[in-house]
């Protein structure tokens, strides 16, 4: 099967799709139409799978969330961290020092 479509992201995840039927297909010993065909699934136990998966993608995204939000609180505490440095150089320099006192 030749992809006709032009889009790169549409080409990518035809690839990931074809690579995982094929993993797939070597786990399980058939593909989808043979486990349909041999009624080794109905569509209650496809219903049930759809289920399970979108469950377990439930828990990616939110384990994906934590990830970003520990990222986020990391670049703003490295954020803040570079700016009170900045502002203490910067007072530094710009301190009025009598020869006297030195």
Known sequence: MKIKTKDKIVQ????K????SLIGQKKYGATMMQEIE???K???RFLIDVQEELMDALLYIEAAKRCLTDEIEECML???ELISEYDFNKEIA???VDEEEL
């Not at 990518?12 to 690839?15: G, P």
């Open 94 to 96: 710009n301190m009025d």
């Open 78 to 80: 490295n954020r803040a």
């Open 12 to 15: 990518t995840v035809l690839r």
């Open 42 to 44: 109905d569509l209650n």
């Open 38 to 40: 041999g009624q080794e």
């Open 17 to 20: 799709m074809d690579e995982r």
